[in-house]
């Protein structure tokens, strides 16, 4: 079996999510969601203005913070040796972000237990909280300022999967949740407080946050001396379905199967693909390609043809059904499909007892279905 080879963590940390990206940023203090909340900025009626009710009464990231409060997390955190997970920065870093900078970097009104609040996504708002709302700064002064341009698709997705890809191997084994980074689903859930209208935005999206999460995990195979199992099948998963992909579009930079053996290349590689893909052209027969292309894949569930450990299969199914949902529900097909997607779903949800042979078939159910 081909081994991922460990290189320098120096020769790549220029593409990990995790270095700033702003340099306005780099000293910036961070005002806390109170500073966004008055009811002529952000927290009042009417869409344009709702932005603080959303995240406030409906968004999970306000829970953030109060997780680690719970049963659950003094079980994770017993297990890896943190007695106050609210207080640890193996925790706080993605639960409670204010809680994981210096503290000279926050103003009086930032407030620890808020979570993961406006600045974590859209940046330390000290350098723009006046000046934003000024009729003559363009969105382009107020990204100059500092704050940062999540609607770059490629901005975006490396703003959320900072947090929601790569987890330490003991916290996972202590029994945290396993992060699956998909944006376009999760930017539905997250709920919006925003609107993406073009209508190949879904699609743009799935891919940008597919080929950072591909990035991510060869950055966290790159860096780590004994990877596990789960992290190896990761990889291989999500490489597997990105050179599907790019092999059906040709436009798009390549993925190969050769690459996926050397992870470095695999990291730089998954860059460049988000790049291009958040400014990808996508039409209606360009996505029923590919979403043939991905469906009839049938043959590639068992047996010696998948490249990785063991629970590969499972990854590379579960990166698989999240594509094809995605892509279907661009095509507005999803509601008929419904069925066939649930089955698909249902197969990849326990990756300890996944049946390549059944998830096969169930994937034939669905070709024959589009
Ligand atoms: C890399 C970022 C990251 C780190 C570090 C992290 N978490 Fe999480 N955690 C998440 C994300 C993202 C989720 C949401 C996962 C999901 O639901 O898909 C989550 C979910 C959870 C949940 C389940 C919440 C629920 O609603 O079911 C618990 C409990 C939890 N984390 C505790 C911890 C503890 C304790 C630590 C430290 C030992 C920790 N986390 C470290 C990102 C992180
Ligand atoms: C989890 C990340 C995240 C958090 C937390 C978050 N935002 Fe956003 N926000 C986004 C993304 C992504 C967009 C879409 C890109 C854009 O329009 O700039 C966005 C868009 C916006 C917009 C533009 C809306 C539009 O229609 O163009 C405003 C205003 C905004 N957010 C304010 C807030 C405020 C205020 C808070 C806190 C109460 C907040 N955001 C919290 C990620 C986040
Ligand atoms: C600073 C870290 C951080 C950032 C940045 C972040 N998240 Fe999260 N997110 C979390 C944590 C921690 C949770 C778990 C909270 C919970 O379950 O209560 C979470 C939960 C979620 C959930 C609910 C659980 C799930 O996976 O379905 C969604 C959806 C989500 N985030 C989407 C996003 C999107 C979209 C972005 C980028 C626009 C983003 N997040 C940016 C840390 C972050």
């Not at 950072?212 to 001396?225: D, G, I």
Request: neutral net charge.
């Amino acid at each position: 079996m081909l081994r991922f080879i460990a290189f320098l963590a120096i020769a790549v940390a220029s593409v990990s999510a995790k270095e700033p990206t702003q340099t306005p940023e780099a000293g910036a203090k961070f005002v806390g969601a109170v500073g966004c909340r008055s009811s002529s900025c952000h927290g009042g009626a009417g869409e344009k203005r709702s932005q603080y009710i959303t995240w406030s009464q409906k968004d999970f990231h306000t829970r953030a913070y109060a997780i680690l409060l719970d049963a659950r997390s003094a079980r994770i955190g017993e297990a890896v040796g943190v007695s106050q997970p609210q207080s640890s920065a193996r925790c706080t870093v993605c639960h409670s972000p204010f809680q994981s900078v210096a503290q000279t970097r926050l103003t009086s009104t930032a407030r620890p237990d808020e979570g993961v609040s406006c600045e974590s996504c859209h940046g330390a708002a000290q350098p723009w909280l006046r000046g934003h709302t000024r009729t003559d700064w363009t969105y382009a002064t107020r990204v100059a300022a500092g704050m940062h341009d999540l609607r770059n698709l490629y901005v975006r997705a490396n703003a959320c999967v900072a947090c929601h890809q790569n987890v330490d191997a003991d916290i996972l084994k202590a029994g945290h949740p396993e992060l699956v980074f998909e944006l376009d689903s999760q930017s539905v859930n997250e709920p919006k407080h925003w609107r993406d209208d073009d209508s190949w935005s879904g699609v743009r999206e799935w891919l940008v946050g597919q080929a950072v999460a591909l990035r991510e995990v060869m950055w966290a195979l790159n860096t780590q001396s004994a990877p596990s199992d789960e992290l190896k099948a990761q990889g291989w998963g999500l490489g597997w379905l990105l050179a599907e992909t790019t092999n059906a579009v040709p436009e798009l930079p390549k993925i190969s199967s050769g690459m996926l053996k050397v992870a470095e290349a695999t990291q730089k590689g998954a860059d460049e693909l988000a790049r291009v893909a958040a400014v990808s052209n996508w039409s209606e027969m360009s996505v029923r390609n590919l979403l043939l292309a991905l469906a009839s894949t049938e043959n590639q569930f068992s047996g010696k043809g998948v490249m990785g450990p063991p629970p590969a299969a499972p990854q590379r199914a579960q990166r698989l059904v999240l594509a094809l949902e995605r892509l279907s529900l661009t095509l507005n097909l999803a509601p008929n499909l419904e069925k066939e997607l649930t089955a698909l779903r249902e197969d990849v949800t326990r990756h300890y007892d996944f049946n390549g042979a059944t998830f096969a078939e169930h994937l034939r159910a669905f070709r024959a279905k589009l």
